[in-house]
């Protein structure tokens, strides 16, 4: 395995194009990126809204800020950074700024994170456990790792990384502690699955790791409450998307994004309407978008990825159907 202890990457934005086409980002608009990360989808935004607008990034890793003081100067529009958990800044957001035209997210780890091997996300890498997306909190995956019981960190391997030897691989952590870094967990997670499943398609501890990832960053607890706030934070015709790279994210996104534009929710075998629900929201493409062929293939890590997107209705009757100006 290898050991280094910080790894550039240029960093190379998931779907951006499509992301462009569908928000249509307009000169003027406020729009808020929830997820600054490396800044790539944050660029092409700037270069839409132009100098009349204003774009608000978010992103509670510190290391963003930093990335951000050094493209700022280079963005086409006024910015500003906010650091913190983007379901908090939301919930407070139009207190400050102003109710935002578009906001989206692209959630999970970014390729930043990823390749800096002292952050300990990834399992390519030997590096102290962490995983923290936020470098100031107290939970990291050493502690959970190391000091969860063994039925807590088997449903948590189980549940958010949907791990079929989520039961084995628990107890081989439990009987390996303490376990220090991301290498001995590799080695753990190892020990742990049939042969078959150490040497087939994809690697071995890619879902264990995203499973403590997640509870360590308490992820999909954060999209719940970050899917309300940012659509309560819209202005009349705002749009929102998410990015999302694994099932657990996309089937929110897509369970929260369908309850909106939900219309009559009258039983079926009523003849007419009696309850007078009108949908909030017009679905921005019919299906999730995913990367070509060509992407993947520049970079791997957009494979999973999916994209989904919705418009702020201005009132009942003006529904926009699934298949309306899907660029914009």
Same mark, same amino acid.
């Given at each position: ?16 194009? %499509?992301?462009?086409?569908?928000? *249509? /980002? ?15 989808? +944050?660029?092409?935004?700037?270069e !839409?809204?132009?100098? +009349? ?8 890793? /510190?290391? @963003?800020? *930093? ?5 700022? /100067? ?17 919930? !407070?957001?139009? !207190?400050?700024?102003?109710?935002? *035209? ?7 780890? @970014? @390729? ?14 030997? +590096? ?10 107290e ?48 080695? #753990? ?11 087939? !398609?994809?690697?071995p501890a ?8 997640? #509870? ?5 607890? =954060? ?9 309560? =934070? ?9 990015? =999302?790279?694994?099932?657990?994210? *996309? ?16 039983p /079926?075998?009523?003849?007419v309407?009696?309850?007078?629900? %009108? ?37 009942a009757? =003006? ?10």
């Amino acid at each position: 395995m290898a050991t280094l202890t910080y790894m550039p990457t240029e960093h190379v934005p998931v779907l951006a194009t %499509e992301l462009v086409a569908l928000l *249509d /980002p307009r000169p003027g608009e406020l729009v808020v990126d929830c997820t600054f990360g490396g800044g790539g989808h +944050a660029r092409l935004v700037a270069e !839409r809204i132009g100098p +009349a607008g204003t774009l608000v990034c978010v992103d509670r890793d /510190p290391a @963003s800020a *930093d990335r951000f003081a050094e493209l700022e /100067p280079q963005l086409d529009c006024p910015a500003r950074f906010v650091g913190g958990d983007f379901a908090e800044v939301l919930e !407070r957001l139009d !207190r400050h700024s102003g109710r935002p *035209d578009v906001v989206y997210m692209d959630l999970g780890v @970014s @390729s930043l994170q990823l390749d800096a091997a002292e952050r300990g996300f990834s399992y390519s890498y030997d +590096a102290p456990l962490d995983m923290r997306m936020d470098t100031n909190q107290e939970l990291s995956a050493r502690e959970l790792v190391n000091e969860w019981p063994q039925a807590r960190l088997e449903a948590t391997i189980r549940k958010f990384g949907e791990e079929r030897h989520a039961r084995s691989i628990a107890a081989v952590i439990v009987r390996r502690r303490p376990v220090e870094t991301t290498g001995e967990l590799v080695e #753990a997670i190892r020990a742990a699955v049939p042969p078959a499943y150490r040497f087939g !398609r994809g690697h071995p501890a890619k879902r264990s790791f995203q499973a403590i990832r997640i #509870a360590v960053n308490g992820e999909l607890e =954060s999209l719940d409450r970050a899917l309300p706030a940012a659509w309560a =934070s819209l202005r009349e015709g705002g749009r929102l998307a998410a990015i =999302s790279f694994h099932s657990l994210e *996309d089937r929110r996104v897509k369970r929260y994004f369908a309850e909106l534009a939900r219309g009559c929710v009258c039983p /079926p075998e009523l003849p007419v309407c009696r309850c007078g629900h %009108e949908p909030e929201a017009g679905l921005l493409a019919r299906r999730a978008v995913k990367p070509t062929p060509d992407e993947i293939e520049r970079n791997p890590r957009a494979g999973s990825a999916r994209l989904r997107a919705a418009r702020k209705l201005a009132g009942a009757g =003006s529904f926009l159907t699934e298949g309306e100006n899907p660029q914009g």
